[in-house]
């Protein structure tokens, strides 16, 4: 409503003057947090850009500065940084200064790090870097309540546990970055759960923890056993009353609990990666124990928490790691039952878009039983004759799926109108 229609409102008295500045302060309060938001983002990006405009400054002509200069050099956008973010703090200024001071500083931080250590010969590599920037800067979340900021400090948590080559030294700070990272998100989605920051750090965080986990197994075969556990972590959590009620928020951990089971599964039905798993398995027991205590767990989790039927992605919490023993004594065990498990995926899937007139849930089930049938086509002998019948009645099974529900839809909606 625009200060014209609530003119004429109080011209023909249909509100009073008390209301029509109570509607007028409602609007104004209304449009405030959008502007406030497009300030803090436009002010990231400039932070963002002088940051980087003071580094290349710095760079070009830094040959030329003697080493108290370059060192005075160093400290100047810090000490710059620092007041603009007391002065913000003191003031209590808007959302869009707290971001941009936020931001400012953790770029001056990181080049005055990097200055110092290259004017001084401070030896060090990515991973010291990258773990002194996160806890200097780490608290500026909390002081400023600054959302750009946890964004790229778990940007740079999960840059501190990908830089990792597998069978080094595990990056076990990771961790420690994420918890304390943590309380920050929560305090997020207990604010505002349908905001796009929280929607969108739902999808960062079990990307990051995606991206680190090969970093923490000495194996293979274990590696590929841990992803499918931390899969069922990410679905499961989705099942909590919590996420429940968060559903938004929730879905970037049902994606990547679901994107990180099914290619597990997929690979399973291969003969060959059991033999390789089979292999390794005998020498790292302590990782095998490991990860089916934690499988076992998360079914555990999941019956509490659901109590009722359980889903076939949180019971493969327990049914991988069993199929992952069973490797030890059958391979050709252990490849069957994956490729049955998948099936039985894609049909209960399929089973359930039709139950709840649900098209993407119909067709991706329509799809895992696809793939299920291409991955066959390259390593079953079997004539290229009854390959092509294959192909053909999974197609007729896309159409015709796809057809009832459509009908099922259209009676539906005609018996309500009746």
Known sequence: MNKKEIDEL??????????????????????RPTEGWLLAVFGIVGAALAGLGIILLFAHNWDNFTKTTRTLLAFLPLVIAQALAVYTYIKNKSRGWQETAATLLLFAVGACIALISQIYNIPGDIHTYTATLILLCLPLVYIFRSYAL????????????GATTAGE????????????????????????????????????????????LYAFSPA??????????????????????????????????????????????????????????ALDARF???????????????????????????????????????????????????????????????????????????FGKLNFGLIVIALLTLCRFFDTDISFELRGILFLIVGLGFFAANYILIKKKQNKNISHEN
């Open 10 to 31: 109080l011209e023909h008295n249909i509100i009073s003057s008390e209301t029509a500045r109570a509607i007028t302060t409602y609007y104004e309060q209304k449009k």
């Open 150 to 161: 946890w964004i790229l400090l778990l940007l740079c948590s999960t840059s501190y546990g």
């Open 169 to 212: 030294h595990p990056p076990y700070l990771y961790f420690v970055f994420i918890t304390l990272l943590l309380p920050f998100y929560f305090r997020m989605l207990k604010n505002n759960a349908q905001g796009n920051t929280a929607i969108v750090s739902g999808w960062l965080i079990p990307l990051s923890v995606v991206s680190c």
């Open 220 to 277: 293979d075969s274990f590696l590929i056993l841990i992803y499918m556990a931390m899969g069922c972590v990410f679905y499961t959590i989705t099942l909590t009353p919590y996420f429940s009620q968060r559903r938004r928020a929730a879905t970037g951990y049902r994606f990547f609990g679901i994107a990180t089971q099914l290619p597990v599964l997929f690979i399973g039905t291969f003969n060959t990666s059991w033999q390789i798993t």
């Open 284 to 358: 790292e027991n302590l990782w095998f124990v490991l990860a089916v205590v934690l499988s076992a767990l998360i079914l555990c989790f999941a019956v509490a928490v659901k109590k009722q039927t359980i889903t076939l992605y949180a019971a493969t919490a327990v049914l991988y790691p069993a199929i992952f023993a069973l490797a030890l004594a059958s391979e050709v065990i252990a490849m069957v039952l994956c490729n049955i498990l998948l099936l039985v995926i894609g049909i209960a899937t399929v089973y359930k878009g039709i139950k709840t007139y649900n």
